[in-house]
């Protein structure tokens, strides 16, 4: 489809040269005022959404010409290729598979979103009590029973450069994934302004059947900004987002910069006829500029590593690309799906500007705000829901889906028995009525079977003039928090999936940003402490009593205190990978900075809580890291400065982030990952007493610390 607007901002920056700039989610970030009091917000027709694959090269590099022609017309940019792509918020329990005594009877894993959908993180433990932790860009694994004998027993360096994102554990193969982003080299592109290099998104795949030597037997290179990776049994599927270059020959031809001055001068001067002729003839250049150009240059490149070679994985070709008929900014999403031993690779590249992922344990849903494909001053806030089925072979697309708002965040959607739950946020000036609307919606969709993700029950409206802070739709229940002044908290019926029923609504000063199930009767949170007219900035733990939807109530809340004046921190408040709820014993840790006016004051370490739903919360006790950056940077030969030494500066570089709970022998362990090492704890009283400490040696640190 065509796209013909008019274009107001032609003139700005386009008379002599031509602007890059990164096109990202494509504008989530404002509104574009509406031409005219008189004209209402329009909405995208679904169909014109719908992924279709299949496609000859000739039709794909028609769709390619529409979205060049259309971002340069209507925004006067192209698109950048080495821009990143900005991002938009219960631990599972694992029951060791042995019962000797050098086994874990149970803890936790990840704190994924969803069960058996396991996310990268930055340490994970088997039943033996192995761990495997990224320490910059090393990996290191860790003996951790008995709990008092914590060693390391192997460290393997990943990389020599880029950046270390996490890892995936497929303890049932002994097969360890580790994720990567780095700028690497694919095929030349001739015609292109792109550098020999490009951004990646790299899987490095580990035996480690023998813990004590891990090795690295496959590198999988998919070009491309990483925006998520899932583990599924024992298969990978990795989501990432490419800018396809822009050739050199539409970028720096002198045609088409003539043609857009004369196109600035005929908006300047508001001559109508002559915008209209100057579009179509900048459209047919463009057009033939991009056939003389190979259409596989725009698709991006899969390289496997493995035994000293390096192998294309499957042919970049025009069949393998699913597009919408509306056009967008010119990206690709790519969706790779590969066995956890690095074999069994199969590819979907998608044609559009998602960002926002969220996994099933059977689908994958690409989200797109409409921020990412219109070119319509008036266009009302949608978001789009590609539906890719994946398994054990290739990704496939098989439905697209679109609701009213936007949704920012994987935990604002949710599968469960066949049908999608999507929770959305409008901020947006209806120039036909002449207010703005701000509200929240929530959706159910069911796939038809056609193609469709189809709208079947909503609930519409609430928590006007609130934004969503944080989302939680578990099974038959659904719980959102907004906020403005106070925290709204909201409660849903959702088991009839065609009548979703918002039941309650409670009050409370401060905001909830992540939501914790604590069975079926209450909810564990996490977020800020306020009153009714502001937040403070310190962090509060709430339980709730949510037995009855209609009736949800606050039972429990904790503000941890410090004795000096300061500020407290923790990740857990934004990152739910930091929040370690252990329900065996009743636990939750999380990583926690304290900011002291004095730095003998300052803490950075963790901080364990007893959790109950009728007693409420009691600290067990706060272990402190800073002794491990002390140790790292004001001792030996390479130590820091005197002066920041003395500082304490340093004690920043602890940067506490993730805790693993376990019972061993029936005695409940916490064991804490901060940058400089881990230790690990007795979950009682002694909490502060760590019963083994290992430091980590490769200077994981902020880089203002390296020497």
């Not at 020599?160 to 890892?167: F, H, I, M």
């Not at 189809?454 to 609930?459: I, K, L, N, T, Y």
Request: with cysteine.
């Amino acid at each position: 489809m065509r796209t013909q607007g008019r274009l107001r901002q032609i003139a700005m920056g386009l008379v002599s040269t031509v602007l890059v700039a990164c096109n990202g989610s494509g504008g989530d970030n404002g509104i574009v005022p509406p031409p005219g009091p008189n004209l209402g917000l329009q909405s995208t027709p679904p169909e014109v959404l719908v992924l279709k694959g299949q496609q000859t090269c000739d039709a794909f590099k028609s769709y390619v010409s529409d979205s060049i022609a259309d971002l340069i017309l209507n925004v006067g940019v192209v698109s950048c290729p080495s821009c990143a792509v900005r991002i938009g918020g219960g631990t599972e329990l694992v029951a060791a598979a042995a019962t000797d005594a050098q086994s874990f009877d149970a803890f936790t894993g990840t704190n994924s979103q969803e069960a058996g959908v396991d996310e990268v993180d930055d340490v994970d433990v088997n039943a033996d009590g192995y761990f495997f932790l990224i320490d910059g860009r090393h990996l290191v694994v860790a003996d951790g029973l008995p709990p008092d004998s914590l060693s390391e027993v192997a460290s393997l360096e990943l990389k020599q450069s880029g950046y270390v994102e996490g890892l995936l554990l497929d303890a049932d193969n002994d097969r360890l994934v580790v994720v990567a982003s780095d700028f690497s080299f694919f095929d030349p592109l001739p015609l292109s302004i792109l550098p020999p290099s490009r951004p990646a998104t790299e899987l490095l795949f580990i035996d480690v059947a023998d813990p004590a030597n891990p090795v690295v037997d496959r590198r999988l290179s998919i070009e491309g900004f990483k925006l998520a990776v899932r583990r599924i049994g024992d298969r990978i599927h990795a989501v990432a987002h490419t800018t396809p270059a822009i050739p050199v020959t539409i970028y720096d031809n002198a045609r088409l910069l003539e043609l857009r001055q004369n196109l600035a001068n005929a908006v300047t001067s508001n001559d109508e006829g002559a915008q209209t002729l100057l579009e179509r003839e900048i459209r047919d250049l463009i057009d033939a500029l991009v056939a003389a150009t190979d259409a596989d240059d725009y698709l991006p490149d899969i390289t496997l590593h493995a035994g000293g070679q390096d192998t294309p994985v499957g042919s970049p070709v025009c069949a393998d690309v699913a597009v919408p008929d509306v056009t967008m900014p010119l990206a690709l999403t790519s969706v790779t799906s590969i066995d956890s031993d690095g074999t069994n690779v199969a590819s979907l590249k998608v044609a559009n500007n998602s960002w926002n992922v969220y996994a099933s344990e059977q689908n994958i849903y690409l989200t797109q705000t409409s921020g990412g494909w219109w070119f319509a001053d008036r266009q009302r806030q949608q978001t789009a829901i590609h539906k890719i089925a994946v398994g054990s072979g290739a990704p496939r697309s098989i439905a697209t889906g679109l609701v009213n708002g936007w949704a920012g965040s994987p935990f604002q959607f949710s599968e469960h028995a066949g049908f999608l739950r999507v929770v959305t946020s409008r901020s947006e000036f209806d120039p036909a009525a002449n207010v703005f609307l701000r509200d929240n919606n929530l959706y159910v969709l069911a796939d038809d079977g056609a193609g469709s993700l189809d709208v079947v029950g909503s609930e519409l409206g609430f928590g006007a003039t609130e934004t969503i802070f944080s989302t939680r739709l578990v099974g038959e229940r659904g719980f959102v928090v907004t906020f403005r002044q106070i925290d709204p908290l909201f409660t849903f019926d959702l088991s009839d999936p065609r009548n979703p029923t918002l039941m309650g609504e409670l009050e409370i000063p401060g905001v909830s940003t992540y939501i914790h199930p604590l069975g079926d009767t209450h909810l564990l949170t996490i977020g800020y402490d306020g009153d009714e007219t502001r937040l403070n900035g310190h962090f509060a733990l709430n339980i709730f009593d949510v037995q009855r939807l209609d009736d949800p109530r606050l039972v429990h809340n904790y503000v941890p205190t410090f004795d000096a004046p300061g500020f407290a921190w923790t990740p857990a408040v934004w990152d739910h990978l930091a929040f370690n709820y252990f329900a065996e014993a009743g636990t939750l840790t999380v990583p926690v900075q304290y900011y002291a006016g004095s730095w003998d004051e300052h803490f950075s370490g963790f901080i364990a809580f007893s959790v109950d739903t009728v007693t409420g919360f009691a600290e067990l006790g706060r272990l402190d890291h800073s002794n491990l950056a002390r140790q790292a940077h004001c001792v030996g030969p390479n130590a820091l400065a005197p002066s920041l030494c003395d500082s304490g500066i340093y004690l920043e570089a602890a940067n506490p982030r993730r805790a693993v709970s376990a019972l061993f022998g029936g005695e409940p362990f916490i064991y804490t990952l901060s940058n400089l090492g881990m230790k690990v704890s007795r979950a009682d009283e002694n909490f502060a007493d760590p019963v083994a400490v290992l430091p980590l040696p490769y200077r994981n640190e902020y880089p203002w610390l390296v020497q």
